[in-house]
């Protein structure tokens, strides 16, 4: 409900006021709405309440697999367009489920427990094997390693970018999360800046960043060409990222 009210208008204007982001009030660089609606605590399904300023309809534009594909880039490896698929396949014959594999891959990534994959299996060792191959495919003991060496050398480590992080926890799980998760913020960022340079000529308006995804107003007479370039994806300097599109707003609306 207070996510909610934060939409209302000031007194006497027709538009919820604008959200002031902070770049800088984490460790890693992931957002936080400073004053403005709480569009980062607003449950998906109440996005609909967002509605067009031009007649248009609201669309949400977001990163494909943006964690797992930056960590494939980051370790000089190609990402496919589906890497859980990839994953699956290559590594287990397409044997096991794909939220398995998702369930893996942020074991592997965030050094979450396995537990929540021997639920689903009912084989503790069968999923620990799991998210050992995840990792071997992610190659995370290496960046653990190559993380670690930076720390005692250097007193500190930065994300792909070079934004410095604060590491309070110097466990090799937390040191991979923090990189991972600030070069995905910043690959965002970077990726929403350059879209929108494509976007704004059709006078399609941004109106708000949701961590890897962005929330833009489209004119109705544009959007095919919107679709048409999200469809392309970007290139970026880690690699070639991938959007989905999802419409908010109901027709007409």
């Keep these: 409900v207070s996510s909610l009210k934060s939409f209302l208008p ?18 890693t660089g992931r957002l936080v709405v400073k004053s403005g609606p709480s569009i980062l605590t607003l449950p998906a399904k109440n996005r609909d309440i967002l509605k067009s300023s031009v007649g248009g309809k609201i669309f949400q534009v977001d990163f494909v697999s943006l964690e797992p594909r930056v ?3 980051v370790n000089n490896h190609p ?8 994953i699956k396949n290559k590594l287990f014959n397409s044997e096991i489920e794909r939220k398995i594999v998702k369930l893996a891959t942020l ?6 427990s396995y537990r ?17 191959r995840v990792r071997q495919y992610f190659e995370v003991d290496r960046m653990e390693r190559g993380l670690m060496r930076i720390l005692h050398e250097e007193k500190q480590i930065a994300n792909y970018y070079g934004r410095p992080l604060k590491i309070e926890d110097p466990r090799p799980n937390i040191l991979i999360s923090h990189y991972v998760q600030s070069t995905a913020v910043d690959t ?8 929108m340079k ?15 995804a962005v929330v833009v107003d489209v004119p109705m007479n544009k959007i095919e060409e919107f ?6 994806g970007i290139q970026l300097p880690l690699g070639q990222f991938k959007f989905d599109v999802t419409q908010l707003s109901a027709d007409g609306e």
């Design 10 to 27: 000031p007194k006497g204007e027709n538009y919820a006021p604008q959200a002031i982001y902070s770049q800088t009030s984490t460790s």
């Design 71 to 73: 960590m494939r880039y």
């Design 79 to 86: 990402a496919p367009d589906d890497i859980y698929s990839d």
């Design 107 to 112: 074991s592997a990534l965030y050094g979450s």
């Design 116 to 132: 929540s994959i021997s639920e689903i299996t009912g084989n503790k060792e069968a999923s620990k094997n799991v998210v050992r």
């Design 188 to 195: 965002a960022l970077l990726g929403f800046s350059k879209l």
């Design 198 to 212: 494509d976007l704004t000529l059709l006078k399609i308006v941004p109106i708000y960043v949701i961590h890897d």
């Design 227 to 232: 679709y048409e370039i999200c469809n392309n």
